[in-house]
């Protein structure tokens, strides 16, 4: 599923706050930007990659920002809301969030997500545990949502809100097979342990879905709301040259 598909209009809501916010993304994603625009907010996209910036330039309704998310290049009090999905561990968190703070208006918010395989279901756990069977670290995948305890601890953002929005996708016998071929396991087996896998899998498929049904594979999305404090931006912030770098 394409992180991008969990946010329903219902989890924006939630991540922007306000109706018609005036919206930072850190990600660089153009999908996620378009989905602000959808939504009616007015989007500023920010990405330190080139390539990435000029998509951004082609969204209608983007303003794109070339620039770091260590370095934001903007006026202070800029922003209602500045998202990060599925991108705050690739960041250097404390430089981030001071920068983040720096540029959202009083009583702004900073807006983390992650997509993530929810497998508190049953036929999940079962899936999971086939495939440990032929290795042992199958589907232990790290999205990067251990970022989020830096929200925690921040003197920027005292206040911290968390939601979880679970999102449903369905799933045919082909998709689950396509599944495990993905799965870097797959390239070390031999043929007959892929002929005794695929065999498994059916097995597991059939007698977890109702005649004519597809399974449905659950993920959650994670969403926090961390709530800007000023207190502690009692010193000019000085921006690095090679941190401003705005497209027109």
Known sequence: MSSTQVLTSEAISWLTVWSRSRVLTLDGSPAVARRLVEENHSVFAMSSDGDTVRHLDSADGVTPIWARPEAIPTDPCQFDVVIAHQAFHTMEPQSVLAQVARVL?????????????????????????????????????????QSLQHLAGSKYFPEVEQRAFRVWQPV???????????????????????????????????????PGERLRLPFQLLCHRAWVSHDELTAPVRLPDDGIKITM
């Open 172 to 210: 045919s016998l082909l998709d689950l097979q396509r599944l495990v071929a993905q799965q870097p396991l797959h390239a070390k087996l031999d043929a007959d342990q892929r002929a005794r896998l695929a065999s498994e899998v059916q097995e597991l498929f059939q007698a977890s879905v109702r």
């Open 105 to 145: 208006r009083p009583g702004g918010c900073f807006s983390v997500s992650y997509v993530i395989r929810d497998d508190s279901v049953p036929w999940v756990r079962r899936f999971a545990a086939l495939l440990r069977h032929y290795d042992p670290m199958a589907m232990r995948g790290d999205y990067g949502q």
